[in-house]
């Protein structure tokens, strides 16, 4: 009895062993990003109370597990933060409280926890949020324009940390640089007070409509160029190493087809970036996934491939997916 007591310890020290360096693996980004799937559904479900997902891209089982570990481990939290709950902290976020830890929850952001800075990128960083963008279904529209514009290139040397109506109008401007959306900088020109929230949602949709549709070749060559390099990004858009530098230095104009890919992978790139690092990101195209019948994204990429495919577009939803519910 006392030899089974001991190896099953010893099963479960050596089990502790291998997975306790996991836990800071990859700061100050999530290991995994199917860690992240859950922080949202989950916290939304802790936050309002309730035990439906409400998100159906993954089983819900582990979901409803992480709900009720929480919840059984609440009484203790209570303890230790003074009476107050997981799910008062979760509400306190959106109602703008003190330091928004349960902005933590926010899908398509990564987390530095040493910090508690919300990143968008690697130069974007956004530790607080003022109207019109302190409601999630805004906030979340914004942060999505930002990061396609910054994998686009149109951000460079380009600083935000408190969304806000301000910052937001120079992100705008930005973007306006590039030949993008120049009536929709005119609209945020309003004062404040006449711009409601039905009116920044609608401008919102419109900007991230035209984004979309404006692909940008002088910029988002050098942007992409830098996460992929030259040889991995000639594969993945189907042209040579050495046509990726002629069409970034300008030696050769990018032709329309080749633009439209290079614009996609640079929108694709955007909707990645908030629950992957640059490594996390390259990686991503490689590994196969379930809601692709096994197949890699990679696999849908050969040769001169079209965005408008059915391949291409199922991409497009896997990875837009982070930006409604954090899903891969």
Same mark, same amino acid.
């Given at each position: ?5 001991l190896s ?6 050596l ?5 306790l360096?996991?836990?800071?693996a990859g ?6 990003v ?9 916290s939304?479900m802790?936050?309002l ?7 159906y891209?993954?089983?819900s089982?582990?979901l409803?597990a ?10 203790l939290r209570?303890?230790?933060r003074g009476?107050r ?7 306190s ?6 330091g928004?830890?349960a ?12 910090s508690d ?6 130069t974007?960083?956004?530790?607080s949020?003022s109207e019109?963008?302190?409601t999630p ?6 942060v ?5 514009a910054d994998?686009?290139g149109?951000?460079?040397?380009f600083e ?5 109506l301000?910052?937001f109008?120079?992100v705008?401007?930005?973007?306006a640089?590039?030949?993008i959306?120049a ?5 945020f020109?309003t004062p404040?007070?006449?711009i409601g ?7 919102l949709d419109?900007?991230?409509?035209v984004?979309?549709?404006?692909p940008s070749?002088?910029?988002? $060559?050098?942007a ?7 040889d991995?990004?000639a594969?993945?858009?189907?042209v040579?190493a050495?046509?990726?530098r002629r069409?970034?230095s300008?030696?050769?104009i990018?032709?329309?087809?080749l633009?439209g890919?290079l614009?996609?992978?640079a929108t ?8 992957y690092n640059e ?5 991503w195209?490689?590994r196969p996934?379930?809601?692709l019948?096994g ?7 050969h040769?001169e $491939?079209?965005?408008e495919?059915?391949g291409?577009r199922r991409?497009k ?5 982070l930006?409604?519910?954090p899903a891969?």
């Amino acid at each position: 009895m006392k030899t089974s007591v001991l190896s099953g310890l010893a099963v479960l020290l050596l089990a502790a062993a291998v997975r306790l360096p996991s836990l800071t693996a990859g700061y100050p980004y999530i290991n995994y990003v199917d860690e992240g799937n859950f922080l949202y559904p989950v916290s939304e479900m802790l936050r309002l109370g309730r035990w439906e997902p409400g998100w159906y891209l993954y089983p819900s089982l582990p979901l409803m597990a992480t709900a009720t570990a929480a919840r059984l481990g609440d009484p203790l939290r209570r303890t230790l933060r003074g009476g107050r709950s997981l799910a008062d902290d979760l509400r306190s976020c959106w109602n703008g409280g003190p330091g928004s830890e349960a902005w933590q929850g926010v899908p398509r952001l990564e987390i530095r926890s040493e910090s508690d800075k919300i990143w968008v990128m690697s130069t974007i960083r956004i530790t607080s949020t003022s109207e019109p963008f302190d409601t999630p279904n805004i906030a979340l529209k914004a942060v999505g324009i930002i990061a396609r514009a910054d994998a686009m290139g149109l951000l460079e040397d380009f600083e935000i940390h408190r969304l806000d109506l301000p910052s937001f109008r120079r992100v705008v401007g930005k973007i306006a640089q590039a030949g993008i959306g120049a009536e929709i900088q005119a609209a945020f020109s309003t004062p404040a007070g006449r711009i409601g929230a039905p009116e920044i949602e609608r401008l919102l949709d419109r900007l991230s409509t035209v984004i979309e549709e404006s692909p940008s070749p002088d910029h988002e $060559w050098t942007a992409l160029e830098e996460i992929f390099g030259a040889d991995r990004l000639a594969a993945l858009l189907g042209v040579s190493a050495p046509s990726v530098r002629r069409y970034r230095s300008g030696a050769r104009i990018t032709p329309d087809p080749l633009a439209g890919r290079l614009h996609f992978l640079a929108t694709l790139v955007g909707d990645l970036a908030g629950a992957y690092n640059e490594i996390g990101i390259r990686r991503w195209f490689d590994r196969p996934r379930a809601l692709l019948n096994g197949k890699s994204p990679v696999d849908f990429l050969h040769g001169e $491939w079209n965005p408008e495919a059915s391949g291409p577009r199922r991409l497009k939803e896997l990875a837009r997916s982070l930006a409604a519910s954090p899903a891969t």
